[in-house]
């Protein structure tokens, strides 16, 4: 890319600010069973996640023994009624299954946790929009009623929440263990390096500014087609020095 790129783009800053600015390293992610404690990152999220998980699969796990040994009829439509919800044989049964996929997730890491909480908040939401469709119909094969509607709503919004506590924001902070690693932006290796070359580049970027708007000396436009040439950016700068120095002789 040519200095003409610099067309219309003036800025106040100095040339050598360029050559001060260091390289943006990122912290790298901790790998499964390091101490987070030794790697930097904020150890709240994985907590809030790990915890979040034990308490709702514990709440679920106590529904789910209350139906299961309360005798309820497998496929009844019409349930007895535990912690003021509805329940029959298939319900518990399926309390008792997702209760042990919340412990088991928040037992194996909280990333685990993280993804499974997720998963499971949203089929509990739509969970509830689908047996609120089929209430007081023969199709109500999980005996639920509005408690459980309601019910199956909060538990599914929390699992989401809880989930994506730390996870999805488009700005995570650097100590989140969900920051992505930010690649090192690493400086061009033909910027100038001393004083001379600092200048041969102001100069340079006048005269092509100068050409383009058409009031370049006989000198400048001389020049500009000289480094046009050549392709690299050390490569103008080395004719244009090169200039400077057969004049000075």
Same mark, same amino acid.
């Given at each position: 890319?040519?200095?003409?790129?610099?067309?219309?783009?003036?800025?106040?800053?100095?040339?050598?600010?360029?050559?001060?600015?260091?390289?943006?390293?990122?912290?790298?992610?901790?790998?499964?069973?390091?101490?987070?404690?030794?790697?930097?990152?904020?150890?709240?999220?994985?907590?809030?996640?790990?915890?979040?998980? *034990?308490? /709702? &699969? =514990?709440? $679920?796990? +106590?529904? %789910?023994?209350? @139906?299961? #040994?309360? !005798?309820?009829?497998?496929?009844?439509?019409?349930?007895?009624?535990?912690?003021?919800?509805?329940?029959?044989?298939?319900?518990?049964?399926?309390?008792?299954?997702?209760?042990?996929?919340?412990?088991?997730?928040?037992?194996?890491?909280?990333?685990?946790?993280?993804?499974?909480?997720?998963?499971?908040?949203?089929?509990?939401?739509?969970?509830?929009?689908?047996?609120?469709?089929?209430?007081?119909?023969?199709?109500?094969?999980?005996?639920?009623?509005?408690?459980?509607?309601?019910?199956? *709503?909060? /538990? &599914? =919004?929390? $699992?989401? +929440?809880? %989930?994506?506590? @730390?996870? #999805?924001? !488009?700005?995570?902070?650097?100590?989140?263990?969900?920051?992505?690693?930010?690649?090192?932006?690493?400086?061009?290796?033909?910027?100038?390096?001393?004083?001379?070359?600092?200048?041969?580049?102001?100069?340079?970027?006048?005269?092509?500014?100068?050409?383009?708007?058409?009031?370049?000396?006989?000198?400048?436009?001389?020049?500009?087609?000289?480094?046009?040439?050549?392709?690299?950016?050390?490569?103008?700068?080395?004719?244009?020095?090169?200039?400077?120095?057969?004049?000075?002789?």
């Amino acid at each position: 890319m040519t200095l003409l790129s610099h067309v219309g783009h003036h800025t106040t800053e100095h040339p050598l600010d360029v050559l001060r600015r260091p390289l943006r390293t990122a912290a790298p992610r901790p790998r499964s069973g390091v101490d987070v404690r030794d790697t930097g990152i904020d150890g709240r999220i994985f907590a809030v996640q790990r915890r979040g998980a *034990v308490g /709702v &699969g =514990l709440i $679920l796990l +106590v529904f %789910g023994l209350l @139906g299961a #040994t309360g !005798g309820v009829p497998f496929l009844s439509t019409h349930g007895e009624r535990y912690l003021g919800m509805s329940s029959n044989g298939l319900l518990s049964a399926l309390s008792l299954v997702v209760a042990a996929a919340l412990l088991a997730a928040a037992l194996r890491g909280p990333r685990l946790a993280s993804t499974v909480m997720i998963a499971l908040g949203v089929l509990f939401l739509l969970s509830a929009l689908v047996n609120m469709a089929v209430l007081r119909t023969a199709y109500n094969l999980l005996a639920f009623r509005m408690s459980n509607v309601v019910f199956s *709503v909060v /538990v &599914g =919004l929390l $699992l989401v +929440v809880l %989930g994506a506590y @730390g996870r #999805t924001s !488009g700005n995570l902070p650097a100590d989140s263990p969900y920051a992505h690693p930010r690649a090192a932006v690493a400086e061009p290796p033909d910027l100038p390096s001393t004083p001379e070359e600092i200048a041969a580049e102001a100069a340079m970027r006048e005269a092509e500014i100068a050409v383009v708007q058409h009031y370049a000396t006989e000198d400048q436009q001389r020049r500009v087609r000289a480094m046009a040439r050549v392709h690299t950016r050390d490569e103008r700068r080395r004719v244009w020095m090169q200039e400077d120095a057969s004049r000075s002789v």
